[in-house]
């Protein structure tokens, strides 16, 4: 879960309503969370097969066919598996839609974390484990949701798949939604899909502060920067030397800034953003509102990273590996440098620019697997309404506002095949991100049960 939420909106404080209830429904949400999340999917030793396989005995207990259910994999990848399953509507005039959730988690070891984090723990009003939140708590509201609706009946009128994978976390890994999108795009086609990427801002008194959707998110690229040498030794060192060529490189990438740019959702944002921070912050974002190029607004709005990182592309070394020995001049100096590449934008355009950046000594190349270009959904009524409307009854007084993540989920592998991808809004989290990907991860037990409320009223009211 990868939010932009977490900007500088925490100026609208209200207070939260009382806490969620311990009701049957709950309990049984509960069991099924309590496994998800107790049951290691890292990619070293996790399996998300078995994770899916779990989550498919629970949906056919409840009264799931066979061939509602599709469990999926490959023989190179047999611990990466997903599943896939269908709520059938009773109007076939409407297209589907798709909850999309992941699986895996963030690698966690237990020498660092305070709790054992794969056995759920509950402690001062909050849930510890790893995949608490990310995003073992959605993908367990999603197979929540269709369990409830099956039980319930009668049949939703519109169509709703579910679809559980693995590889979200590790660029590297086999990836189960683009496999989908790629080999089996039949199995999610849907008008739109709900996916991760939305919530909730708590501030340090469990008050919330504002409710995000997104509508839009960046492509997560990384690049190879390289620079070799004879080398020689280092008693008789010469100008050329493939370390200082690297450095200076990647001081180029340091102190360039790719254009501002907007879509129509970050300027919704900002102009929501402008209107709550009177005085020269919110002054300086309408001038750039007005003229993208106005480089002392941008100095003045950038100095927030978030929104620095909301308004272009970003790019920024993350990793380095230079030199063989101690006392010789270095034969080769690499360095990984991680985009966020601004929706519209290209691997290719931004491969451009690192080039030129980088100079005639260094090599770049973009690194595999090359991400899709990222589309913006629109930021259509139809979704965005309901949503607002729903917030309203469970969260009073709490803004819904539309943003662009400035990280990356696996929506970009449908938006490719034509699925608009929203992150749906409804669970809060602490102002710290409440771990996720760190120590220690936790979702507030009184957030994650409001939340599925929500998310429960709102996939009825898309499904009919």
């Not at 989908?180 to 039949?186: F, Q, T, Y």
């Not at 990384?222 to 070799?228: E, M, P, Q, R």
């Amino acid at each position: 879960m990868r939010a932009a939420w977490m900007m500088a909106t925490g100026a609208m404080l209200l207070a939260a309503p009382a806490t969620a209830q311990t009701r049957p429904d709950q309990q049984a949400f509960f069991g099924l969370y309590k496994e998800l999340v107790e049951t290691n999917t890292t990619l070293s030793v996790g399996s998300c097969t078995q994770a899916a396989a779990q989550i498919g005995a629970r949906l056919k207990a409840a009264g799931f066919a066979d061939a509602d259910l599709v469990p999926f994999s490959v023989p190179d990848h047999p611990k990466e598996g997903g599943i896939v399953a269908v709520l059938k509507g009773s109007n076939a005039s409407l297209k589907p839609m798709l909850l999309l959730g992941h699986l895996d988690v963030v690698e966690a070891k237990r020498e660092d974390w305070v709790r054992d984090p794969f056995t759920l723990i509950e402690e001062g009003g909050y849930y510890y484990a790893r995949g608490t939140l990310d995003d073992k708590a959605m993908s367990a509201v999603w197979a929540d949701t269709m369990i409830r609706l099956k039980q319930s009946g009668p049949a939703p009128r519109r169509t709703i798949k579910l679809a559980l994978t693995c590889g979200e976390e590790t660029t590297f890994a086999w990836n189960g939604a683009q496999y989908l999108a790629k080999e089996r795009p039949d199995l999610v086609a849907a008008e739109f899909a709900l996916n991760e990427g939305g919530g909730g801002r708590l501030d340090d008194k469990g008050n919330r502060t504002v409710l995000a959707m997104q509508v839009g998110e960046k492509a997560a690229q990384n690049y190879t920067f390289s620079a070799t040498n004879p080398g020689g030794h280092s008693s008789q060192p010469v100008p050329d030397n493939a370390i200082y060529e690297l450095a200076d490189g990647l001081e180029a990438v340091r102190g360039y800034s790719f254009p501002v740019k907007f879509t129509d959702t970050t300027r919704a944002f900002f102009t929501a953003t402008a209107k709550s921070q009177p005085g020269v912050v919110g002054n300086a974002i309408t001038a750039l509102l007005a003229d993208p190029t106005d480089k002392a607004a941008d100095l003045i709005v950038s100095r927030d990273k978030a929104m620095h990182s909301t308004l272009r592309t970003t790019c920024v070394a993350t990793l380095l590996n230079a030199g063989h020995a101690e006392n010789a001049l270095p034969q080769r100096a690499t360095a990984n440098v991680n985009c966020r590449i601004f929706p519209g934008e290209t691997v290719d355009g931004t491969l451009a620019t690192l080039k030129r950046l980088a100079g005639a000594k260094v090599t770049v190349t973009a690194n595999q697997p090359v991400r899709p270009t990222a589309i913006p959904p629109a930021l259509d009524p139809k979704i965005v309404g309901p949503a607002t409307r729903i917030a309203a009854k469970h969260f009073p007084g709490v803004p819904l506002v539309p943003i662009m993540s400035t990280g990356a989920t696996d929506g970009i592998f449908l938006q490719a095949i034509g699925i608009p991808v929203y992150g749906a809004p409804g669970i809060f989290v602490d102002a710290d991100m409440s771990g996720i990907h760190g120590l220690n991860e936790r979702v507030s037990i009184k957030s994650l049960y409001e939340g599925r409320d929500y998310l429960f009223d709102l996939v009825k009211a898309y499904a009919g």
